[in-house]
């Protein structure tokens, strides 16, 4: 199947830094990509969806200034979280759909762990 | 997007079938079903989808009733790594944006 990597896996970060986390599809093109946040022992929470070439679509709550997202390429999508805070600490996931007919199937990131001291 | 009600955990032991319910009353005629893994820390895993009847992979199976207003994913003879969160999904084959519930953790002790 597809493969979505993320980098880095985990990271921490001083309350007030800006954090980068990067998505990319390994085998695949995709014009659309998305990001989630999951805080422990809850479930996944869409933050935004990254469209190649345009601005990103933000969810109702979530903070387009604080969380900028940049699609440069059909292959990578970023995730910068700006002045990290400690409530920031959180799971960050990405996925994206391979474009295909058939089954709607997305392929998701192994995660990237954020921790704000 | 349509809302999904699923039990919030399930225990079960190896080797014995596994079925977990999804309500999704008021799901849409073009509004698909679909399952994930997700297993902790990690990204979450595609399973199955489905839009009727039943549906069958080489891991599990999806039944789905005449009105559609639940599923249940079927998972045959668990083993203690099938132990993770699995959530149901309802939306539109072609939409992209994917909403996820509260999920049902499924437990397996030997």
């Known amino acids: 199947g597809a493969v979505v990597s993320q980098h880095p896996s985990w990271v921490i970060c001083k309350s007030g830094t800006s954090v980068k986390i990067e998505c990319r599809s390994l085998?695949?093109?995709?014009?659309?990509m998305f990001w989630y946040r999951q805080f422990p022992k809850q479930s996944l929470m869409l933050m935004a969806t990254?469209?190649?070439?345009?601005?990103?679509?933000?969810e109702q709550g979530v903070e387009k200034d604080k969380f900028l997202i940049n699609h440069a390429s059909l292959t990578l999508s970023t995730l910068t979280v700006t002045s990290a805070h400690p409530e920031d600490s959180s799971f960050y996931i990405c996925?994206?759909?391979?474009?295909?007919?058939?089954?709607?199937?997305?392929?998701f990131g192994p995660g990237t762990r954020l921790t704000v001291t | 997007l349509a809302k999904t009600t699923q039990p919030i955990s399930m225990d079960s032991y190896e080797g014995q079938e596994v079925n977990i319910t999804c309500s999704h009353n008021n799901i849409a005629t073009n509004d698909y079903i679909t399952w994930y893994q997700q297993f902790p820390s990690q990204g979450p895993r595609f399973i199955i989808q489905?839009?009727?009847t039943k549906v069958t992979n080489e891991v599990a199976s999806l039944f789905i009733p005449a009105d559609r207003k639940s599923s249940t994913l079927s998972l045959p003879r668990v083993s203690l790594s099938d132990t993770a969160v699995y959530y149901c999904l309802v939306g539109a084959h072609n939409t992209d944006k994917l909403i996820f519930g509260t999920g049902t953790r499924l437990q397996v002790f030997p």
């Open positions: 489905g839009y009727k």
């Open positions: 085998d695949f093109q995709a014009t659309t």
């Open positions: 996925s994206a759909r391979v474009p295909a007919e058939g089954v709607n199937e997305q392929y």
């Open positions: 990254s469209n190649e070439g345009s601005k990103a679509t933000y």
